[in-house]
């Protein structure tokens, strides 16, 4: 490691890109809470490098227009993709989790030791739920034939929209060459895959 790193534009740099192990560049960085979306169990297993994390950001950090009661209501709600809600609780102020910055850490980041001390929260089972459904819903490519469309081959089949929606399940057997119907859960907005036998 250098131990003297003086920054330039990479145009001023002759030999830039070369190193084949990457570059040593200059970084600005800050100290903040993050939610640690990995699972626990990846926590606990040496051989997981790295570790997912989305930064908290405190709601009375948001800019004044940004909180407004609709915006809040969306935000309380859970019904801005992007941002995972967290209610005030112990330490933790109310905040959400910016999904649209998730990113992998490497574990050094994390040592065992450090992290129960300055762990502010855990989800519970509904939390974590909730945010299984957060991430299907915000990254999850939800895909499927339409209700008007034709059923390829005879079978059982989900709809995916129910699923990545957070609603019950619906499981119905449709016809080779009839069109799919309506989903008794979401209706015109079924998606339905074929089940595996």
């Not at 980041?109 to 300055?118: K, L």
């Amino acid at each position: 490691m250098p131990t003297n790193l003086v920054g330039r534009a990479a145009k001023d740099v002759t030999d830039r890109w070369t190193m084949p192990a990457g570059e040593y560049v200059v970084a600005g960085c800050r100290k903040m809470n993050v939610m640690i979306v990995s699972r626990s169990c990846s926590l606990d297993n040496p051989k997981r490098k790295l570790f997912l994390v989305a930064p908290v950001v405190a709601v009375d950090d948001l800019p004044e227009e940004q909180r407004g009661d609709e915006k809040l209501g969306e935000l309380r709600s859970n019904n801005i993709p992007q941002a995972f809600y967290l209610p005030e609780r112990g330490c933790l102020r109310e905040s959400y989790s910016d999904l649209l910055r998730l990113v992998p850490i490497h574990r050094t980041f994390f040592p065992a030791e450090t992290v129960e001390g300055v762990l502010l929260a855990r989800l519970s089972s509904v939390g974590t739920d909730a945010l299984q459904q957060a991430l299907s819903l915000y990254f999850g490519k939800q895909f499927g034939f339409d209700y008007e469309d034709e059923c390829p081959q005879s079978g059982y089949y989900s709809c995916s929209n129910c699923f990545h929606s957070g609603m019950k399940l619906q499981t119905k057997r449709f016809e080779a060459y009839k069109p799919f119907d309506v989903c008794p859960g979401c209706g015109e907005d079924a998606a339905w895959v074929k089940m595996p036998k």
